[in-house]
Nanobody, 120 residues
Framework: VQLQASGGGLVQAGDSLRLSCTASGRTISSYVMGWFRQAPGKDREFIGTISKTGGTIYYGDSMKGRFTISRDNAKNAVYLQMNILRPEDTAVYFC??????????????WGQGTQVTVSS
């Protein structure tokens, strides 16, 4: 499956942004989807995971509250809603796919990231 994240851009602190991840080659409903981000000079950071039906969502501890993951399998898309953005949210955001919801299951497909820059 080929994934493409989009929706990034330059925003001001306090703004909201919704990122999209679309799939081609396979239907996105076949996969558990995850969102990650990576800031310059930092390790990749887990944002959250959503099950194939959207009925189960896990978030990284530091991501709870301002970030919401959802999916619309009919549109073959997964979304990341980000609210009250902060300069420290500046990063490249990636979506990824795996087959199982198990924490140890590996993400096998990664999309090209989308840059989010939050100005103070």
């Amino acid at each position: 499956v080929q994934l493409q994240a989009s929706g990034g851009g330059l925003v001001q602190a306090g703004d909201s942004l919704r990122l999209s991840c679309t799939a081609s080659g396979r239907t996105i409903s076949s996969y558990v989807m995850g969102w990650f981000r990576q800031a310059p000079g930092k390790d990749r950071e887990f944002i959250g995971t959503i099950s194939k039906t959207g009925g189960t969502i896990y978030y990284g501890d530091s991501m709870k509250g301002r970030f919401t993951i959802s999916r619309d399998n009919a549109k073959n898309a997964v979304y990341l809603q980000m609210n009250i953005l902060r300069p420290e949210d500046t990063a490249v955001y990636f979506c990824a796919a795996k087959n199982l919801l198990l924490h140890r299951a590996r993400y096998h497909s990664w999309g090209q990231g989308t840059q989010v820059t939050v100005s103070s």
